[in-house]
């Protein structure tokens, strides 16, 4: 029997669809030395997580807290606390993240009405209008950024739509927070959940949610125990909010480290100067792939800054290239999902890892791959 080798991988520059490149400063804080997770001091910073999260979300929620797990785990907590067996949701989907929502719904015993649009495009708030003339469903769901297909899709008019029909307004803002503007309160989003390790810049591990006043009270109505234990509000709530700090599960304190002090970082660069930022690499990025051939997926109104949607141009074999950037430069990007499987590379730019000179680097090493032939 032999021990395995000390940890050694190879240092990477990550600019696929997440994670992303992390702070040095966001390390540094995860190697602190543990507190108990009911130290007075951790509930300090618990608090400070939970005041940086509202700034960011630009939220005045009290229910705004990170879930001890993966953005998945964020979408799972918003969709089983509120839906209840025979309840109906309506699901946007425009992608693989609005197909995962449609999946969970259905888990919780609820029923699916599906909007769909191609991939690609956005979501048309005329389709959702016409749903919501037939059916009176407990809330509409969509996703913000969809990370499969590069559509940044805009949520004002089907908040409107949402909320005329009585609905909760419930959004997926995994890749868009931290990234590019997300207003909840002024958008009128109910629910609202996100993950660290796409424009956040922390490793994966936690999901960033916010629950209006309006979401709680639902919750509070429900007649049905939430199907999860670890994610039943009910519970988890008194742990990061209650009066009396009460033990649900031990809280992940290193991850929770890491998240405060790549919060701190968002707040000392400014959230406007961040998303100037990532617009800014985009264009940048954009001009140098299209000059090379490449051709976005979305159209230009509906592109995201953060995650770059291209076709691959003929003739060039997708695995092959992606290996090499891997193996001969160190960079990885993102694959195409579902239909675009072979057919599209995701290229991220997200949080640390969107610099001008990741921009530059991944340019540069595609040119001499392609050249080559
Ligand atoms: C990444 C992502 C998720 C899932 O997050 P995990 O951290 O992988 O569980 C959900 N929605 C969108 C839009 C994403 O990009």
């Known amino acids: 029997m032999s021990v395995s080798q000390e940890l050694n991988p190879t ?10 490149d992390v702070h040095p400063r966001v390390l540094k ?16 910073i ?23 797990a993966t953005g998945s785990a964020g979408m799972e907590t918003c969709l089983v606390n509120v839906l209840e067996p025979g309840d109906e949701a309506l699901v946007c989907v425009h992608g693989v993240f609005g197909n995962r929502m449609s999946d969970i719904v259905e888990r919780c015993g609820a029923k699916v009405i599906r909007v769909d649009a191609p991939w690609g ?8 209008k016409k749903a919501l003339s037939v059916s009176k469903p407990k809330l509409v769901a969509i996703v913000h950024a969809e990370t499969s297909t590069g559509v940044h899709q805009p949520l004002q008019e089907i908040s409107n739509i949402a909320h005329e ?23 009128g989003i109910d629910i609202i959940y996100s993950g660290t390790q796409k424009c956040i810049s922390a490793p994966p591990g936690l999901s960033p949610v916010s ?11 429900r007649k049905t125990k939430v199907q999860s234990w670890y994610l039943d509000l009910s519970m988890v709530r008194k742990y990061w909010s209650g009066a009396k700090r009460a033990y649900h599960h031990t809280a992940p304190i290193s991850m929770i480290y890491a998240l405060y002090e790549a919060l701190r970082l968002i707040f000392e660069e400014g959230l406007e100067n961040r998303f100037e930022r990532h617009r800014r690499n985009h264009v940048l990025l954009r001009d140098g792939l299209e000059e090379m051939g490449f051709e976005y997926i979305p159209a230009p109104e509906y592109r995201l800054p953060m995650l770059n949607a291209v ?3 003929s003739g060039f074999n997708d695995a092959e290239i992606r290996d090499r950037l891997l193996n001969e430069y160190n960079i990885e990007i993102g694959g195409g999902l579902g239909d675009f499987a072979g057919k599209a590379w ?11 000179n990741h921009v530059h680097m991944l340019l540069a090493a595609l040119r001499k791959i392609m050249n080559a032939g």
């Open 11 to 20: 240092a990477r520059y990550l600019m696929g669809p997440g994670p992303s």
């Open 121 to 128: 495009q956005p979501i048309d708030p005329h389709a959702v």
């Open 29 to 44: 804080a995860m190697a602190t030395p543990l507190i108990g997770h009911l130290d007075p001091q951790f509930i300090e």
């Open 165 to 187: 029909n009585g609905a909760l307004f419930l959004v997926d803002a995994v890749t868009s927070l931290g990234g590019a503007d997300v207003r909840a309160d002024d958008w």
């Open 346 to 356: 995701r290229i991220g730019i997200m949080g640390h890892s969107c610099t001008e």
């Open 211 to 221: 629950f209006s006043p309006r979401a709680v009270q639902v919750m509070e109505k």
């Open 311 to 313: 076709k691959i141009p």
């Open 46 to 68: 618990m608090d400070g997580v939970m005041e940086m999260l509202r700034l960011l979300f630009r939220t005045k929620n009290q229910l705004t807290f990170a879930v001890s």
